[in-house]
């Protein structure tokens, strides 16, 4: 499956973006779905993951209460909403598919290219 995002930009702490993950090749129903981010001088880490239903989510501590990752099986994309951002959130964000689970330190199969994401203080 190629993983395509998109979404990312600059925008003011406290400000919005929605970000998007559009699959080709394969339905995205079949896989485990989720987000990572890399700011600048550190390591990749995990965001959000979603199940194949969308029934169960998962969050990073750092985003719980201000990202809302969701799917949509029917148009083979993957959301990752991003509300109350602030300047720490800056990053490139990448979107990812697993056929098994993503969490935390696990390998992930497919990723997609970046979107970069600025929150300016």
């Known amino acids: 499956v190629q993983l395509q995002a998109s979404g990312g930009g600059l925008v003011q702490a406290g400000g919005s973006l929605r970000l998007s993950c559009a699959a080709s090749?394969?339905?995205?129903?079949?896989?485990?779905t989720g987000w990572f981010r890399q700011a600048p001088g550190k390591e990749r880490e995990f965001v959000a993951a979603?199940?194949?239903?969308?029934?169960?989510?998962n969050y990073a501590d750092s985003v719980k209460g201000r990202f809302t990752i969701s799917r949509d099986n029917a148009k083979n994309t993957v959301y990752l909403q991003m509300n109350s951002l602030k300047p720490e959130d800056t990053a490139v964000y990448y979107c990812?598919?697993?056929?098994?689970?993503?969490?935390?330190?696990?390998?992930?199969?497919?990723w997609g290219q970046g979107t970069q994401v600025t929150v300016s203080s």
């Open positions: 979603i199940s194949r239903s969308g029934g169960v989510t």
């Open positions: 090749g394969r339905s995205i129903s079949s896989y485990v």
């Open positions: 990812a598919a697993d056929p098994r689970r993503i969490a935390p330190g696990d390998p992930v199969t497919y």
